[in-house]
């Protein structure tokens, strides 16, 4: 199963190959940074990846359009950002994505 690492956090989550890091990473109980819960309307899940690009799927024209949109702030795919709901795992990887949450414990 492929893991996903997402610093600063340091945290290391286990993707079903052909999901999406932020739905792999709420249901491991993470809180990843977002307004429209998974849907790529919000772009505010986008992170950036820093170690295996060719661990994901291209972007379909749903998330093209998303990083299209980030292109002038944050950079585009072109700068290795990538919308966390969006993207589909087919590898490791490295992540980096400010304000991630651990699980917390009942």
């Known amino acids: ?11 290391e989550i286990e993707v079903e190959e052909g999901e999406s ?3 792999a ?7 990843w940074p977002t307004v429209c819960q998974g849907l790529g309307s919000c772009r505010t899940c986008y992170m950036k990846v820093l170690e295996g690009a060719d661990s994901f799927e291209e972007p379909d ?3 093209q359009e998303g990083l299209d949109d980030l292109a002038s702030t ?16 087919r590898g490791d990887a490295i992540v980096r994505k400010n304000g991630v949450k651990p699980p917390t414990s009942p």
């Open 1 to 11: 199963m492929p893991v996903i690492t997402v610093v600063p956090l340091g945290a």
């Open 21 to 23: 890091v932020f739905h």
């Open 25 to 31: 990473a709420v249901d491991a109980g993470f809180i």
């Open 61 to 63: 024209g749903w998330e």
């Open 74 to 89: 944050v950079g585009g795919a072109d700068a290795g950002v990538r919308l966390a709901c969006q993207a589909l795992v």
